[in-house]
């Protein structure tokens, strides 16, 4: 049997919505030449902060600010990445976790855009009641291990991956793909999580635009029976398409990514929900499976690690993607690179033409992953997913309604 593949070409990142021009293939090096894509766009001139610290750890809360707003080694400080100041407007500290309980149900009423916690690790018991609180108040948190920041050694790329994700957690889209597709497709990301007792369902369905701009999260509410749960995800997604609809207009395509193999009635409850909410309108179902049994080698090379961006076609509706591997000759990690397996369902109905553009994207979107400038080479659509899965998964389910109720938070990244 021969298998046929390619390496697919690393996408130029964009940085302003209004300029085509303004593109790097580095994020880093485009943000500080460009700023950030929707900075003309957020409509703030400020991010309104509040950090809270253990007593003891005054000293690394203020090297904390300091590192953010004035910068270290050669990052400069948020400001001159995003544009925007850094103001805080209460420093707290807390000596028990009695007292840190009162600081969190009283701070929703200073309207910070975020609030960062400095932890010892003997905190870490406290990161989900916080997480929670703020999180039904609307307000997205950022958690840092007091280690971390008393530890000079590689203190400003911490610092630096942490100004990428307030960006990104008050609601702001650093970069997005620069591509020559200006069809209106709309990417949705559907997922699911369950409690730990493996009793209690819920889903959740996230939206993107072509370029891989996050646009927001709809929800359902927990539920116990696997059919309630399918009836809810298919409203969810009319929702979302409705709201999509309502605000940016009808697609011309819908591709719809599976971060978790789809059960028959998922996918039936997903096509549903398409025939109901737009006629004719043509999709594609894919799943994306990190947990492929494939591995992919080069022999020619002493390694055996093939180069990124590598594509395998299995058949017409099935490939392999390499989105780690070598980098001009090098390999930077130990171990053999994940491979995932990406299989386009044949109940879609977008032509096979189109196909190899699917596969494109999905590589593309590995580029845009905002947690943080060394993160993880993994598509946005499973790596949100996955993300939100584990965010439901620690707070509880159970608690799960207090946060899609306020819907403050369902258009930023909460959960990077």
Not at 62 to 84: A, D, P, S, W, Y
Not at 200 to 225: A, E
Not at 275 to 289: C, K, S
Not at 308 to 319: D, P, Q, S
């Amino acid at each position: 049997m021969e298998l046929y593949g390619k390496f697919l070409e690393a996408p130029k990142l964009r940085f302003n919505y209004s300029s085509a021009s303004a593109i790097d293939s580095l994020p880093k090096r485009g943000l500080y030449k460009y700023g950030p894509y929707d900075s003309a766009l957020l409509g703030k001139e400020e991010i309104k902060c509040i950090v809270l610290f253990p007593a003891e750890k005054t000293v690394e809360k203020q090297i904390f600010i300091e590192g953010l707003t004035k910068g270290e080694g050669t990052f400069r400080g948020f400001q001159h990445l995003f544009r925007l100041s850094l103001r805080f407007i209460a420093e707290i500290p807390f000596k028990s976790q009695e007292e840190f309980d009162r600081v969190l149900d009283q701070i929703h009423s200073e309207n910070p855009d975020i609030v960062y916690i400095i932890l010892n690790d003997r905190d870490s018991n406290i990161y989900n009641q916080a997480k929670l609180k703020l999180l039904a108040n609307g307000i997205p948190s950022q958690m840092i291990k007091s280690e971390k920041i008393s530890e000079a050694s590689g203190r400003q790329y911490i610092l630096e991956n942490i100004s990428l994700a307030t960006y990104a957690k008050i609601g702001g889209t650093p970069w997005t793909i620069s591509t020559m597709n200006n069809d209106n497709n709309l990417i949705l990301g559907v997922s699911r999580a369950m409690d730990h007792q493996g009793k209690y369902l819920v889903g959740f369905v996230v939206l993107f635009t072509n370029d891989g701009d996050y646009l927001f999260m709809n929800s359902s509410t927990p539920v116990i029976d696997w059919n309630q749960y399918v009836e809810g995800l298919s409203k969810s997604v009319e929702k979302a398409i409705y709201e999509y609809k309502s605000n940016i207009g009808v697609p011309t395509s819908i591709i719809v990514h599976f971060h978790k193999r789809p059960e028959k009635k998922e996918i039936e409850a997903i096509e549903n929900a398409l025939r109901n909410t737009i006629q004719d309108i043509p999709y594609a179902l894919v799943h994306i499976n990190e947990y492929s049994n494939f591995k992919l080698f080069d022999s020619s090379h002493p390694s055996y690690i093939p180069p990124k961006g590598l594509c395998v076609n299995l058949t017409l509706h099935e490939a392999l993607l390499l989105l780690d591997g070598r980098l001009e000759d090098k390999r930077h990690k130990a171990g053999v690179p994940t491979v995932l397996n990406v299989r386009i369902d044949k109940r879609s109905t977008l032509t096979p033409d189109y196909f190899p553009y699917i596969f494109k994207q999905i590589y593309d979107f590995s580029f845009v992953n905002w947690r943080g400038f060394n993160a993880a080479a993994i598509p946005i659509t499973l790596n949100y997913s996955k993300l939100i899965a584990r965010m439901v998964i620690n707070i509880g389910i159970s608690n799960w309604n207090q946060i899609i109720a306020s819907g403050r938070l369902r258009d930023k990244g909460w959960f990077l």
